[in-house]
């Protein structure tokens, strides 16, 4: 081997312990880079992937779009009557809630989003979203309290990394996001979350550290407790499909309440309710 | 020298395209959700062809990708640091080094070999790193999933390395029959 060649390697050896070396906040930075640089290509694959997607399914009749038309016609008053109902129905409850001394609680703003990537690796279970810090959306770098990223049916996961107009998101499938989470209908908390590696689709969650006499049945809810201030308290992570005595404690096997799946459509909540 | 310059460029893009697509491809169900890596085809067809100084470039622009998209913090600390694939692909890409003078005498197969090794020992590095990481919370686990995901991309990945090089030995040869035939 030549001299220059070893040379040449040991400078690679370098700039390689050089990264090793770099804090947590440069090698964000580095991340954001590249994503924003890969950003417009996958926007794009994914706007072709989904117009052949749609290729197929987008021929319809006059009649099937006229029934279509009446049946969203219908379900928009529906959401419009059930809203005007909640909105009385949080005027009240903040009007009690002031008489009873307690913080106003604040509205969640939610901000829509669409899924356009997902992660190719085997290992972890991210998902790319194409909003940015420009919506508003927070990877709690700075303030410590990353957003949460929810459908209509439950929990999705958190922001993780966030750029201009795109963000990445952790799901709740991945053995790096911890839920705190309580049973629905029983004293019962622990911690949910992912597996490290599962097949298909639409992984199960665990819910460890529950109390080992814990009396869980199969279909009882799993919700968000809220604490450590991450997620909010009271989103729907899940049902409980068993439940199993270990050693120390108790351990519940959680089917998700969102099919990872299909999911396509999410919402990032980008101001929580204050803590009571 | 310029050539080969050239050669390196084209590599680069085709790594960061390979790194765009990799992600629209879904993971394949039927082998335990394994995913499809293409990647480390092209790095192989690289090391296995291009001088040792352009060999270490693309395994430094291919490790810091990998690293940088693989990227996972826990608490205020990265999961698997950036750099560590940079090393890996230096030692992979010297291997390659080394088999290089058969590659240009007409060993087809061995880039296809290596890139399986590639695929293989990125895979296998990931996941024991992650697991030495999340010991003290999740144990070791070790099943046929894992065993599936770390062995399948690495079998998809020496497949596409043999038709990668069939192709270009195709359009080579259709171009050397063109040229025979013009100056004949």
Same mark, same amino acid.
């Given at each position: ?12 050896v ?18 954001s ?5 890969m ?5 794009t ?21 006229e ?55 085997s ?55 911890? *839920? /705190? #989470?309580?049973?629905e209908?029983?004293?019962?908390? !622990?911690? =949910? ?5 599962? $097949?298909?689709?639409?992984?199960e ?21 809220? *604490? /450590? #201030? ?7 992570? !899940?049902? =409980? ?5 270990? $050693? ?12 990872f ?16 | ?22 992600m ?70 010297s ?5 290089r ?31 030495m990481r ?51």
């Amino acid at each position: 081997m030549r001299k220059v060649n070893i040379l040449l390697a040991v400078i690679v050896v370098l700039v390689a312990v050089f990264f090793m070396l770099l804090s947590t906040g440069a090698v964000k930075g580095l991340q954001s880079g590249l994503l924003s640089l890969m950003a417009p290509f996958l926007k794009t694959g994914s706007a072709v992937q989904q117009g052949l997607g749609a290729m197929g399914k987008g021929f319809k009749s006059l009649d099937e779009l006229e029934a279509d038309n009446r049946r969203l016609s219908t379900e928009n008053k529906e959401l419009r009557a059930m809203n005007q109902i909640l909105r009385d129905l949080e005027t009240e409850n903040n009007r009690l809630r002031a008489a009873l001394d307690y913080r106003e609680r604040s509205v969640f703003r939610l901000v829509p989003a669409q899924i356009f990537s997902r992660d190719a690796s085997s290992w972890w279970n991210t998902v790319m979203i194409n909003r940015g810090f420009e919506d508003g959306i927070d990877d709690g770098l700075g303030s410590g309290v990353p957003n949460t990223v929810i459908t209509d049916k439950g929990l999705v996961g958190k922001i993780m990394n966030v750029q201009k107009n795109t963000a990445t998101v952790l799901l709740i499938t991945d053995e790096n996001c911890r *839920v /705190g #989470a309580y049973v629905e209908g029983s004293r019962s908390k !622990g911690i =949910v979350s992912g597996m490290r590696v599962q $097949e298909g689709g639409n992984p199960e969650l665990q819910m460890n550290f529950l109390d080992k006499n814990a009396d869980l049945q199969p279909g009882q809810k799993v919700y968000t407790q809220g *604490v /450590g #201030a991450v997620f909010p308290p009271g989103l729907l992570i !899940g049902t =409980v499909k068993s439940f199993q005595q270990r $050693e120390l404690d108790g351990q519940a096997i959680i089917t998700p309440e969102v099919d990872f799946a299909t999911l396509a459509d999410v919402f990032v909540i980008v101001s929580q309710p204050q803590q009571q | 020298m310029i050539r080969d310059a050239i050669k390196t460029v084209a590599l680069a893009v085709g790594i960061f395209a390979a790194f765009v697509l990799q992600m629209f491809i879904p993971p394949m169900d039927f082998a335990a959700g394994s995913r499809v890596m293409l990647v480390p085809v092209l790095f192989c067809a690289g090391a296995c062809t291009l001088p040792y100084p352009l060999m270490l470039a693309l395994a430094v622009l291919t490790g810091l990708m990998t690293d940088l998209l693989s990227l996972q913090l826990v608490g205020d600390s990265v999961e698997i640091s950036v750099g560590w694939s940079i090393l890996l692909l230096v030692a992979l890409g010297s291997i390659c080094q080394g088999v290089r003078p058969l590659v240009l005498r007409g060993q087809w197969w061995l880039p296809a070999l290596m890139s399986a090794l590639t695929t293989l020992s990125i895979l296998l590095s990931q996941y024991l790193a992650i697991t030495m990481r999340r010991f003290d919370t999740g144990g070791f686990v070790w099943n046929e999933t894992v065993t599936a995901r770390i062995l399948v991309p690495a079998l998809v990945a020496m497949v596409l390395s043999l038709w990668l090089h069939m192709i270009i030995a195709f359009v080579t040869w259709r171009r050397q029959e063109r040229r025979l035939l013009r100056d004949f």
